[in-house]
Nanobody, 117 residues
Framework: QVQLVESGGGLVQPGGSLRLSCAASGGDVFSIYAMAWYRQRPGKQRGLVAAIGTDRSTNYADSVKGRFTISRDNAKNTVYLQMNSLKPEDTAVYYC??????????WGQGTQVTVSS
C-alpha cells in the first residue's frame, strides 16, 4: 500500500505563503492515484481543500479559490499545495489524501499550518 508523507507546514504571517508537499512511496504507480489535500481546523470536521485527478483536472473549495494551487509531479511521486495570501482561518492540520481507482483511500499523518501575526 502507498505511504504518504506531508511536509512544508509551519507558522506564517497573514498574507504570507507556504508550499506543502506530499511524497508517496510504495503501492501502485503514483500516476493512477487521484490526489487531494484536506484540512481540519480545531473543533471542525476534516474538509476538502483541493483535488487533482489523474488527468490533472483540479477542483478547489470556494474558500481557497484564487489563493491555493494544487499540482502534481508524477516523476517525483509528489503532490503540492501552493498557498498564497494566507488568512488566519486557513490555520489547520493539512492532510494529503490518495485515492486508488479500486476504491481505497490513503492518508498522510498531517502537517500543521498556523497563520498568525
Amino acid at each position: 500500500q502507498v505511504q504518504l508523507v506531508e511536509s512544508g507546514g509551519g507558522l506564517v504571517q497573514p498574507g504570507g505563503s507556504l508550499r506543502l508537499s506530499c511524497a508517496a512511496s510504495g503501492g501502485d504507480v503514483f500516476s493512477i492515484y487521484a490526489m487531494a489535500w484536506y484540512r481540519q481546523r480545531p473543533g471542525k470536521q476534516r474538509g476538502l481543500v483541493a483535488a487533482i485527478g489523474t488527468d490533472r483536472s483540479t477542483n478547489y473549495a470556494d474558500s481557497v479559490k484564487g489563493r491555493f494551487t494544487i499540482s502534481r509531479d508524477n516523476a517525483k511521486n509528489t503532490v503540492y499545495l501552493q498557498m498564497n495570501s494566507l488568512k488566519p482561518e486557513d490555520t489547520a492540520v493539512y492532510y494529503c489524501n490518495g485515492y486508488h481507482p479500486l476504491g481505497r483511500n490513503y492518508w498522510g499523518q498531517g502537517t500543521q499550518v498556523t497563520v498568525s501575526s
